[in-house]
């Protein structure tokens, strides 16, 4: 059975904690309330030489809990390979309102609640790295880490670019 579901009000429902990141170039936030992603990377990052130097590269993270499973703690993390290159923490302040998000809407009026509660306590950050600097092929990883866990948040391989031979 898959972590999130819809319920029967069509409001997201989280049965477990959750966490996954987005990596790209940047982030806009326009005055409409989108949120644009550019350079949006998949699963890896081909460069064509180390050392790589971006002016700027951000990650966008987000952690989802259960109504009745409210977050005490959250602090993302940032490693290339075993290193923690950044790190970034929900301030307190931001947590009681996420806590009491939840409580407000732990009843919700379309549909009884199922195991595991609705979506109502979901944390979004953005990391951004400026410069960023990657001496080597490797792995970024990102974490959620909270009052009790460290969730995965997913990671981007960067590797370089193989040069094939010109033809002439």
């Not at 009026?109 to 001496?135: D, I």
Request: hydrophobic share 45%; charged share 20%; aromatic share 6%.
């Amino acid at each position: 059975m898959p972590d999130e579901v819809i319920g029967s009000s069509g409001v997201p429902v989280v049965r477990a904690r959750a966490a996954h990141a987005i990596f790209c170039d940047d982030l806009r936030h326009e005055d409409s309330g989108k949120l644009l992603i550019i350079g949006m990377y998949g699963e890896e990052m081909g460069v064509p030489a180390f050392p790589l130097q971006l002016p700027v590269f951000t990650i966008l993270v987000s952690a989802s809990t259960p109504a009745d499973e409210p977050f005490k703690s959250l602090e993302v993390k940032v490693y290339f390979g075993e290193e923690e290159i950044a790190s970034r923490a929900a301030p307190p302040e931001a947590i009681a309102q996420l806590s009491a998000a939840s409580a407000e809407s732990a009843m919700p009026l379309m549909a009884p609640s199922p195991r595991g509660g609705y979506v109502t306590n979901r944390w979004r950050v953005n990391v951004q790295l400026a410069p960023f600097v990657v001496s080597r092929p490797g792995v970024l990883r990102v974490r959620v880490v909270t009052e009790s866990e460290e969730i995965p948040a997913g990671g981007l391989r960067i590797r370089q670019l193989e040069v094939s031979p010109s033809h002439g």
